[in-house]
């Protein structure tokens, strides 16, 4: 363990920042402490910053908000608090290093305090001027997908600037099983619920599939034979190693598991800030690593699309997936904070 902790900010919209958090910070051999919204024992819990509805887009629509922020809502108890509390810390263990997962918010409050920042980059049009600024001030970026699913427009200094390591997850997959004519529909935290109605017309006109619906979604009227809503499971990764085929949004953390499963793939991305998942799904489709629809098909659609998926190559799928890719996430990170205190000893 190094002298000096290494902080991991994550945020707490959709379940995938805290995965990746937690499989990088298992393979660190304790040397990141996490700090975030509703993390608990896991870390340092903090304050949630979210409006009264629950609601977080991570933008405030202040017309008074510097350039350079998203999120920053005036006179807001839990933003005092949250601040306050990742000040207190930083100034209590004086972290080597700060990775921030992601907020360009948090990613100023540590450089502010002089701490290094490995600033997370999802994918994406990034190109406004907060998040530019925060990959500015970052010692080095990190992308938990492989550079060939990366947005093409991205500019070459923050590319350079950028470590690539997909396959960031906490174990590996289950083995597969017997997966013959078993369809998986995955609905995850971040979007909107599954439409057990129109689930439910797909599985009739796909008699010869088995269908098993994950993540939150409502139920049909009359529930088809072949049609099973499952709700949330325990282990979503069984799930998805079990299935024929996998469909689903094209968030960072579902993607992941997919890839790592190494299952066909029929992505629908969803909408949201800064096309993350449209860029996602274009890179999928530009690899021939998934089926890429715009929008969910008509249920006719269905039994091509399942073949469809069946008949993608593998090694396209195999080679954006790295099976050691927590560790080697770990491995980077603390040798930036290992670059980092270098740099301050000769500054001092």
């Known amino acids: 363990m190094i002298h000096r902790p290494i902080g991991y900010y994550v945020h707490h919209h959709g379940a995938g920042h805290l995965a990746r958090a937690r499989a990088i910070a298992g393979a660190a051999d304790g040397d990141i402490v996490l700090l975030g919204t509703g993390i608990g024992a896991l870390g340092v819990d903090l304050a949630d910053d979210r409006s009264g509805s629950g609601a977080f887009d991570g933008n405030d629509a202040a017309i008074t908000r510097p ?5 920053a809502p005036l006179d807001h108890p839990g933003i005092r608090s949250r601040v306050a509390t990742i000040a207190r810390w930083i100034e209590a263990l004086r972290p080597s290093l700060m990775v921030v997962d992601v907020s360009v918010e948090i990613a ?12 997370v980059r999802l994918n994406g049009d990034r190109s406004d001027t907060p998040h530019l600024e925060a990959f500015r001030g970052a010692v080095g970026l990190l992308a938990p997908f492989h550079r060939d699913l990366d947005t093409p427009s991205t500019p070459r200094w923050v590319t350079e600037k950028t470590c690539y390591l997909p396959g960031i997850t906490s174990s ?24 057990g109605e129109g689930l439910a017309r797909a599985a009739r006109h796909c008699p010869s599939w088995q269908w098993r619906v994950i993540g939150p979604c409502s139920s049909p009227r009359d529930l088809p034979a072949n049609l099973a809503i499952l709700g949330w499971v325990q282990d979503a990764g069984r799930e998805i190693a079990a299935a024929a085929v996998v469909v689903g949004a094209a968030g960072d953390g579902l993607v992941g598991s997919i890839l790592a499963a190494d299952r066909p793939f029929v992505c629908i991305p969803e909408s949201r800030p800064f096309d993350e998942q449209r860029a996602t799904a274009l890179g999928l489709a530009r690899s021939g690593a998934a089926v890429v629809l715009p929008q969910w098909p008509k249920p006719e659609s269905w039994a091509a699309l399942m073949e469809e998926a069946l008949a993608l190559r593998p090694e396209a799928r195999r080679r954006l997936h790295d099976p050691a ?3 080697a996430a770990a491995r980077w990170i603390r ?5 980092a ?6 500054a001092a």
Request: hydrophobic share 40%; net charge positive; proline share 7%.
């Open 108 to 119: 100023m409050l540590a450089r502010l305090a002089s701490v290094p920042v490995v600033y």
């Open 172 to 195: 590996p997959p289950p083995k597969a099983v017997d997966t013959q004519r078993t369809v998986l529909v995955a609905f995850g935290r971040g979007g909107e619920a599954g439409d």
């Open 67 to 71: 350039d350079a922020l998203h999120y």
């Open 341 to 346: 205190g270098k740099v301050r000893d000769r």
């Open 335 to 339: 040798s930036m904070a290992q670059t």
């Open 325 to 327: 890719g927590a560790d």
